[in-house]
Each structure stands twice: as structure tokens, then as C-alpha cells.
């Protein structure tokens, strides 16, 4: 009886260690994927908050589908929020992402001042933020990680250099009529003064009217219009600060009695493909590229961030620029 004993108490250790084993095993698991400090997982996924200015133009709603498909292709959790152009609602969002904890924000400001109080909620939080395509000006540039976009100066400088090679050699001054962006952001400031700095060195091109289209079609055929009714006959370009504006223009400058593109030279910026369809009937002159479709690097550099890389605060895309000769052949290559 003690030696059966004895062999019971034996296999009932064994069998107990055996037990203690596989749940330890199981409990390491369940860590391992549970995710550690400040809301990474260890799995690499990330929940991310993505707050977007709207769907004002073509090029935002390609940059939308950018950005969201490059994060969830990526295997990542997207919390999306359209701010519809604005900024209260974009505070309301990102405040709801700080609620929820997500790994990481991103967006893309309706203006560039008066985000400092809810990007310090973030940083409190532990949340890096990530500005996209727009940039925001703030003393304390700690309270977000990198930004990733164009250089909308640049743009600007673009424009203007390709309007006065293509002037060269004309008597007289010439007139040009300025569609802005939506007043206060990054773009309508930044394309502005790019423009204007090449300009200053050319006194006979002169800006007689500049008001905001608010980077609408409607908007820009509404405020053409009035340049049109007050200036119509002095008119010789037209600079928009994005394409919708210039296409909206298009529509006034015809009803007008006017051809676009000979009787009035057009200019856009962001080069999506309803100006090159414009281009491509001879209506608008030119487009800056300003591309939308940077999803993929965006990702990219959320992870290197996770995996503890220093990155560069500004980051730019390479862009180029298109004329109407050029509109036909590259018409059905365009992806946005």
C-alpha cells in the first residue's frame, strides 16, 4: 500500500508541473500579444487617428484613400474623422482620439495656428502625432513628430517662373488675378509667397485682384466672376492656388465670353487629372504637381517611429510640373 501511495503522489507532481508549464506558456503568450507601454502592441499593429480637412477637391479625397488604404493594408486599425474644412471639428476629433487611446495620430490642419492646447493634451498622453500634407506653426515643435508633404513654397516659386519664361519677350505690364486657398492654411499662405517672391523681381507683372476661393470649384467660379464683372478686359492670367479652383474659373471665364488658356493664361496647382482633361482641350496652361498619394511613406514612417528611429522634422515629396502640351499623352496615366 505505501509503494502505491508513493507512485500516486509521483505521477500527481508530475502531472501537476506538466499543468504550471503549459498555463506559464500560455500566459507569455497572451503578453506578447497584448502590446506593452504607451499603446504599442508587440504584434505591431497600431490603432491610428486620422483627422482629414475634407473633401473639398479631387486631390483631398485621393489623399484620403491614400492614406487610409496604405494603414489598413498595412495591417494597422484606422479611426477616421472628416473635419469638412473645420478646425473645431478637427479639435473635437483629435481630443476623441486622445480619449480612445489610439497609438498614434495623424492629420492634416484646416488652418496652421491654434492647435498648441489639444497637441499638448496628446503629448501628455503619450500619443506622437504625425502632420500630414499641411503644417502647423506653434513655438513648441515637440508637440508632433515629423511632417510629410509638400513644399508649398516651392509650388509657388514654380508657378511664377514658368509664367514669366513663358511671357518673356511681352511689351507692358501684365495682369494677373490670384485665387487663394482657404484663408489662414499652409498651402494658401505658403504657394502666396512663393509666388509673390519670384514676382517682386519682375515689376511689370502685377497681382490687381487676390481673394480666397477656399480651394472650391464653386467658390472659384463664384469669386472669378467678380473678378471678371470688375476687371474682365485687363485680364491676361489667371494663378490659382489649386486646380478645382482654376476649373471652376474655367466655367466663368467662358460664360464670360473669354477663351481660357489663349485670352486669359491659367495656372493650378496639385495636378489632378480634371486639369489635364482642361489641358488637353487647350483650356488651362499649366499645373504644379502637388502629389497626394504619399499613403505608403506615411506608414512607413509611423513604424520607424514605433521601432525607435529619429526622423527629420519635414519631410517633402518629389513633384514636378505639367503643361498643356505634355496634358494629352500623360492624361491616362493619371491616378487621380
Given at each position: 500500500?505505501?509503494?502505491?501511495?508513493?507512485?500516486?503522489?509521483?505521477?500527481?507532481?508530475?502531472?501537476?508541473?506538466?499543468?504550471?508549464?503549459?498555463?506559464?506558456?500560455?500566459?507569455?503568450?497572451?503578453?506578447?500579444?497584448?502590446?506593452?507601454?504607451?499603446?504599442?502592441?508587440?504584434?505591431?499593429?497600431?490603432?491610428?487617428?486620422?483627422?482629414?480637412?475634407?473633401?473639398?477637391?479631387?486631390?483631398?479625397?485621393?489623399?484620403?484613400?491614400?492614406?487610409?488604404?496604405?494603414?489598413?493594408?498595412?495591417?494597422?486599425?484606422?479611426?477616421?474623422?472628416?473635419?469638412?474644412?473645420?478646425?473645431?471639428?478637427?479639435?473635437?476629433?483629435?481630443?476623441?482620439?486622445?480619449a480612445q487611446k489610439v497609438?498614434?495620430?495623424?492629420?492634416?490642419?484646416?488652418?496652421?495656428?491654434?492647435f498648441e492646447t489639444v497637441?499638448?493634451?496628446?503629448?501628455?498622453?503619450?500619443?506622437?502625432?504625425?502632420?500630414?500634407?499641411?503644417?502647423?506653426?506653434?513655438?513648441?515643435?515637440?508637440?508632433?513628430?515629423?511632417?510629410?508633404?509638400?513644399?508649398?513654397?516651392?509650388?509657388?516659386?514654380?508657378?511664377?517662373?514658368?509664367?514669366?519664361?513663358?511671357?518673356?519677350?511681352?511689351?507692358?505690364?501684365?495682369?494677373?488675378?490670384?485665387?487663394?486657398?482657404?484663408?489662414?492654411?499652409?498651402?494658401?499662405?505658403?504657394?502666396?509667397?512663393?509666388?509673390?517672391?519670384?514676382?517682386?523681381?519682375?515689376?511689370?507683372?502685377?497681382?490687381?485682384?487676390?481673394?480666397?476661393?477656399?480651394?472650391?470649384?464653386?467658390?472659384?467660379?463664384?469669386?472669378?466672376?467678380?473678378?471678371?464683372?470688375?476687371?474682365?478686359?485687363?485680364?491676361?492670367?489667371?494663378?490659382?492656388?489649386?486646380?478645382?479652383?482654376?476649373?471652376?474659373?474655367?466655367?466663368?471665364?467662358?460664360?464670360?465670353?473669354?477663351?481660357?488658356?489663349?485670352?486669359?493664361?491659367?495656372?493650378?496647382?496639385?495636378?489632378?487629372?480634371?486639369?489635364?482633361?482642361?489641358?488637353?482641350?487647350?483650356?488651362?496652361?499649366?499645373?504644379v504637381e502637388c502629389n497626394?498619394?504619399?499613403?505608403?511613406?506615411?506608414?512607413?514612417?509611423?513604424?520607424?517611429?514605433?521601432?525607435?528611429?529619429?526622423?527629420?522634422?519635414?519631410?517633402?515629396?518629389?513633384?514636378?510640373?505639367?503643361?498643356?502640351?505634355?496634358?494629352?499623352?500623360?492624361?491616362?496615366?493619371?491616378?487621380?
Amino acid at each position: 500500500m505505501a509503494r502505491q501511495l508513493k507512485k500516486f503522489r509521483l505521477v500527481f507532481l508530475m502531472s501537476l508541473i506538466l499543468v504550471l508549464a503549459a498555463c506559464s506558456s500560455a500566459n507569455t503568450e497572451g503578453n506578447e500579444s497584448s502590446g506593452g507601454e504607451g499603446g504599442g502592441s508587440s504584434s505591431d499593429k497600431l490603432v491610428i487617428g486620422f483627422s482629414q480637412v475634407g473633401a473639398e477637391s479631387e486631390w483631398r479625397t485621393a489623399n484620403t484613400k491614400s492614406v487610409k488604404s496604405a494603414i489598413t493594408d498595412a495591417g494597422h486599425e484606422l479611426k477616421f474623422s472628416d473635419a469638412q474644412q473645420k478646425q473645431e471639428n478637427q479639435i473635437k476629433a483629435i481630443r476623441s482620439f486622445i480619449a480612445q487611446k489610439v497609438d498614434a495620430i495623424v492629420f492634416s490642419p484646416v488652418v496652421e495656428t491654434g492647435f498648441e492646447t489639444v497637441l499638448k493634451e496628446a503629448k501628455d498622453a503619450g500619443i506622437p502625432v504625425f502632420l500630414v500634407d499641411r503644417a502647423v506653426d506653434i513655438e513648441d515643435d515637440s508637440l508632433w513628430v515629423t511632417f510629410l508633404g509638400s513644399d508649398f513654397v516651392e509650388e509657388g516659386r514654380k508657378a511664377a517662373n514658368w509664367l514669366v519664361e513663358d511671357m518673356e519677350g511681352v511689351e507692358g505690364d501684365i495682369n494677373i488675378v490670384e485665387l487663394q486657398g482657404t484663408v489662414g492654411s499652409a498651402p494658401a499662405i505658403d504657394r502666396k509667397e512663393g509666388f509673390e517672391e519670384v514676382m517682386a523681381e519682375h515689376p511689370n507683372f502685377r497681382i490687381i485682384k487676390s481673394q480666397s476661393g477656399d480651394f472650391t470649384r464653386a467658390k472659384g467660379k463664384e469669386v472669378m466672376e467678380a473678378f471678371l464683372k470688375s476687371d474682365g478686359e485687363n485680364i491676361d492670367v489667371l494663378y490659382s492656388h489649386n486646380d478645382d479652383m482654376a476649373i471652376g474659373a474655367i466655367q466663368a471665364i467662358e460664360e464670360y465670353g473669354l477663351k481660357p488658356g489663349e485670352d486669359i493664361k491659367i495656372i493650378g496647382v496639385d495636378a489632378v487629372k480634371g486639369a489635364f482633361e482642361a489641358m488637353a482641350a487647350g483650356k488651362m496652361n499649366v499645373t504644379v504637381e502637388c502629389n497626394p498619394l504619399f499613403g505608403p511613406q506615411l506608414v512607413e514612417l509611423i513604424e520607424a517611429h514605433f521601432a525607435g528611429e529619429t526622423l527629420d522634422k519635414r519631410i517633402s515629396v518629389e513633384e514636378g510640373i505639367y503643361t498643356m502640351d505634355q496634358a494629352e499623352e500623360l492624361l491616362p496615366t493619371r491616378k487621380y
